[in-house]
Antibody
Framework: EVQLVESGGGLVQPGRSLKLSCVASGFTFSNYGMNWIRQAPGKGLEWVAYISSGSSYIYYAETVKGRFTISRDNAKNTLYLQMTSLRSEDTALYYC????????????WGQGVMVTVSS | DIVLTQSPALAVSLEQRATISCKTSQNVDNYGISYMHWYQQKPGQQPKLLIYEGSNLASGIPARFSGSGSGTDFTLTIDPVEADDIATYYCQQSKDYPWTFGGGTKLELK
């Protein structure tokens, strides 16, 4: 069974940093690209970042480019999102999501981890 | 960026047909594939994939759900609507980065 478990969220002040993790199980993590997607309270979904299986290809939403860094450790089956210079508008539930091998959609999602940026 | 536009809400009666639309600002077809996907999200839950690449039913999704359309106009149909289908539905394109979602359509009971 595919499982994605996010952690690392919490309350952080504006301008500070936070690092999210997503531990994957139930599939060969190193064979799949991975994504972070977020959802602000009461709002819709926003794709944040993508990393290919071997980390060769990385893409970001313009809203986070230059502030967030997606990375992965295939030996640990773990996806990361390093978030710096956090703003109030980054407050959201952050999901890690797995696409199929060749596809730009998300067939597995974690439960999400909440990040609140507030002073 | 490719902008996806959905109506915010749709009221429907049980056992009737619901038609949810998604219009894109650019063509999301390429080489005969529509890079349009649909998700269902219930309160407090993560989104669930319903339809991928325009019209393909995701694994475990009932045949009451179907997707259609091409180019810039897409539709998710639920026929017939059941009580368990009351949720918010999102379209998403993967033709170009950044991948983008529609604002969501909340399906409500009439």
């Amino acid at each position: 069974e595919v499982q994605l478990v996010e952690s690392g969220g919490g309350l952080v002040q504006p301008g500070r940093s936070l690092k999210l993790s997503c531990v994957a199980s139930g599939f060969t993590f190193s064979n799949y690209g991975m994504n972070w997607i977020r959802q602000a309270p009461g709002k819709g979904l926003e794709w944040v970042a993508y990393i290919s299986s071997g980390s060769s290809y990385i893409y970001y939403a313009e809203t986070v480019k230059g502030r967030f860094t997606i990375s992965r450790d295939n030996a640990k089956n773990t996806l990361y999102l390093q978030m710096t210079s956090l703003r109030s508008e980054d407050t959201a539930l952050y999901y890690c999501a797995r696409p199929p091998n060749y596809g730009g959609y998300f067939d597995y999602w974690g439960q999400g981890v909440m990040v609140t940026v507030s002073s | 960026d490719i902008v996806l536009t959905q109506s915010p809400a749709l009221a429907v009666s049980l056992e009737q047909r619901a038609t949810i639309s998604c219009k894109t600002s650019q063509n999301v077809d390429n080489y005969g594939i529509s890079y349009m996907h649909w998700y269902q999200q219930k309160p407090g839950q993560q989104p669930k994939l319903l339809i991928y690449e325009g019209s393909n039913l995701a694994s475990g999704i009932p045949a009451r759900f179907s997707g259609s359309g091409s180019g810039t106009d897409f539709t998710l149909t639920i026929d017939p609507v059941e009580a368990d289908d009351i949720a918010t539905y999102y379209c998403q394109q993967s033709k170009d980065y950044p991948w983008t979602f529609g604002g969501g359509t909340k399906l409500e009971l009439k």
